[in-house]
């Protein structure tokens, strides 16, 4: 198995850390590569879109050439887990600042999204979340966090604050508001590695 991290800006590093650590907590065979331009993306068996600065990483993905790859991939059914900015990346459509800013979009998830769902950096927090394919709560951690606040049909809810949807997926596709390379719990990196077939 090989996985991809985009390591164009953000938490790059830590979802390295998590991935290699969850894989060899599965006993499985597996290396976890580095994404800084195209070419790479069709080698991997899975993706993760990591938090940053949305507007920048969308700007770098076109620019690198990485854009096109991952929607193939996501056609593909290659599986490809957004975290925070990665959330509003893989996302159809988006509200407010997504327009103000005209905010490039993958578009390749029936999700439409609020950028700066739970406000600014200060308002940062940490919660325990109730997650449908979990059996006890999940710590996650939400800084500067966008939200799903509209769902097609086939996308599957996993959790929820209000009225806001903050992890869900969609076949071979999971975005998450949070970020859960940031905790010791990998139950999120290790739903995400049960994709890949």
Do not use: W
């Not at 900015?85 to 999204?113: C, N, P």
């Not at 919660?127 to 509209?150: C, E, G, M, N, Q």
């Not at 949070?178 to 995400?192: K, Q, S, Y």
């Amino acid at each position: 198995m090989r996985v991809g991290v985009v390591a164009l800006q953000g938490d790059v590093s830590e979802h390295v850390d998590a991935l290699k650590k969850a894989i060899s907590e599965r006993g499985e065979k597996g290396e976890v590569v580095t994404i800084k331009h195209s070419g790479i993306t069709p080698t991997c068996d899975a993706l993760i879109l990591p938090g940053g600065e949305s507007t920048t990483l969308g700007h770098l993905l076109v620019y690198e050439g990485i854009a096109d790859e991952i929607k193939k991939a996501a056609s593909d059914g290659v599986p490809i887990m957004g975290t925070c900015a990665g959330l509003i990346l893989m996302a159809k459509s988006g509200e407010g600042q997504v327009q103000k800013t005209r905010q490039y979009l993958l578009s390749i998830m029936d999700t439409t999204v609020n950028r700066n769902a739970f406000g600014r950096q200060r308002e940062s927090f940490e919660t325990k979340l109730d997650v449908s394919v979990f059996d006890s709560p999940y710590i996650a951690i939400f800084i500067r966090a966008p939200a799903i606040v509209k769902c097609g049909e086939s996308v599957k809810t996993l959790a929820k604050i209000d009225d806001y949807v903050v992890a869900a997926e969609q076949g071979n596709l999971m975005a998450l508001a949070f970020h859960p390379e940031l905790t010791d719990d990998l139950r999120f990196h290790h739903h995400f590695l049960d994709k890949i077939s």
